[in-house]
């Protein structure tokens, strides 16, 4: 058996390590800032209820006490004064939207959902999560305890939309969405304290089919196991390669391999004038990667914010070298578009700043320095802005001992299923701009990305 069949054997097993745990472990220390057991009299992440003016408990009686109605008139810029509105809840943004779900006995739990409220009929006020046509549960307003009801009504992040706003004007189009934009929800602290801590950046409920970080599955907190293909600053058929990792306490260890196919074309002594039969997929400015090779990474044990690695290659193996493309932008015969052949060991950092925008479940700005390449970029998953949910990554590779300039721009549209699965999975454009074999600076990838969120099977137990 060849020495390549087991190692794609090992890697096949430490994927299925890593996400057997998911299903079986109990992640409860790794949300340590949710709490579902909140006494009433210590509510935390709620904010005061508005004047008596704009909200009395007046109404009739239910199950949980008095309910709680919205009076007077509605102001579009004020989300506490809104009758009839949806939220885009993520339980990693807020305990309130586990305490929607213990009201409603939603079962097992949702990591993210929509909630609509409709308070415009007295008598009649009622909340259900889903869809209108076909909602998951819809409950009567006063089935919710009033601490939900306060945190509803009291909600002003970027992920409320108002339903039934006032009459659009000429000025409208130009300003709907603005309006919607909150400076508060910009720029934000991170939600959970794992996203600050050494030993627990790893964890990432995010699987990406090309590129990006890794998903990230606990075990025990400091300790667990990651996977994914690409490196974190690829985009789709860019790089060979695929890994796995185990974490420990902030130092990981881990193997890289490769699959050829996943970059778009070798061939020994093939040269040739460019991608004509496949003009959205480039031959050239891409990622070759050696047989098998060993990473190790430390993550500096005083916040997430810088980490060191090293990059040492076991086993070069035997495939194909990358066909040679002409640069028709000169005119010497001899004259190559380049590649990053990846050989020998390489010294590895990344100085990253991770923060929410837009309600964003995940992001960060970083500078690093990977195999050789200087990166500068951002990414954020589960971004909220004028009634949509996407990711983003931008990330631009500055400089390189071989490949030319390329920056990558990706959008991934969620909020496309209902239920468990409304940000589960994304997809959308990723787009990878470099100079061309011509000369001239454009596309050299368009293609689709997707990625998976695995982290509503494991957030709750």
Request: proline share 6%; charged share 20%; no cysteine.
């Amino acid at each position: 058996m060849k020495f390549k069949s087991y190692v794609f054997r090992i890697v096949i097993v430490i994927a299925f390590l890593v996400v057997l745990p998911s299903f079986v472990v109990s992640q409860s220390d790794d949300i340590p800032e949710i709490s579902t057991s909140t006494p009433e009299d210590t509510i935390k992440d709620v904010p005061e209820l508005l004047t008596d003016e704009q909200i009395t408990d007046d109404g009739p009686i239910g199950s949980n006490g008095k309910i709680l109605t919205i009076t007077g008139e509605q102001v579009d810029d004020d989300p506490r004064t809104w009758k009839y509105f949806r939220i885009a809840a993520s339980v990693e943004n807020d305990s309130l939207f586990i305490w929607v779900q213990d009201d409603m006995e939603i079962s097992p739990k949702l990591g993210s959902y929509f909630i609509t409220v409709d308070l415009r009929n007295p008598g009649n006020e009622i909340a259900f999560i889903g869809s209108e046509d076909n909602p998951l549960k819809l409950v009567s307003w006063g089935q919710l305890s009033n601490r939900v009801q306060s945190g509803l009504i009291n909600f002003t992040g970027a992920a409320k939309e108002n339903l039934n706003p006032t009459a659009p004007n000429f000025a409208s189009v130009f300003t709907d969405v603005i309006k919607k934009i909150r400076v508060s929800d910009a720029i934000a602290p991170p939600k959970r304290f794992r996203e600050i801590r050494s030993g627990t950046a790893y964890i990432n409920p995010y699987f990406q089919v090309f590129g990006g970080e890794h998903v990230g599955f606990p075990i025990k907190s400091d300790f667990g196991l990651s996977f994914g293909l690409g490196n974190q600053y690829s985009g789709p058929m860019e790089s060979e390669a695929i890994g796995a990792k185990f974490h420990l306490l902030g130092a990981s260890i881990g193997v890289v391999t490769r699959i050829l196919e996943f970059t778009h074309e070798r061939g020994s002594g093939v040269i040739t004038n460019g991608s004509d039969d496949s003009p959205m997929i480039a031959d050239y400015n891409n990622i070759f990667l050696p047989h098998f090779a060993l990473e190790f990474n430390y993550v500096i044990p005083f916040g997430n914010f810088f980490e060191v690695g090293f990059f040492t290659e076991i086993d070069s193996g035997n495939a194909a070298p990358p066909v040679q493309v002409r640069n028709k932008g000169t005119s010497d015969p001899n004259d190559f578009m380049p590649n990053l052949v990846v050989e020998g060991n390489h010294f590895n950092w990344e100085f990253r700043y991770p923060f929410r925008t837009f309600g964003s479940t995940r992001a960060k700005v970083y500078v690093a320095k990977y195999l050789g390449e200087t990166h500068v970029g951002f990414s954020g998953r589960e971004m909220k802005l004028a009634n949509s949910v996407f990711d983003v990554r931008i990330n631009a590779m500055v400089s390189s001992p071989t490949r030319n300039f390329q920056i990558l721009f990706e959008t991934l549209i969620s909020d496309i299923a209902q239920g468990f699965a409304n940000t589960s999975f994304a997809f959308g454009p990723s787009i990878r701009l470099g100079t061309k074999n011509d000369g001239k600076f454009g596309a050299l990838t368009i293609l689709l990305n997707m990625r998976w969120k695995i982290g509503d099977i494991f957030v709750e137990q």
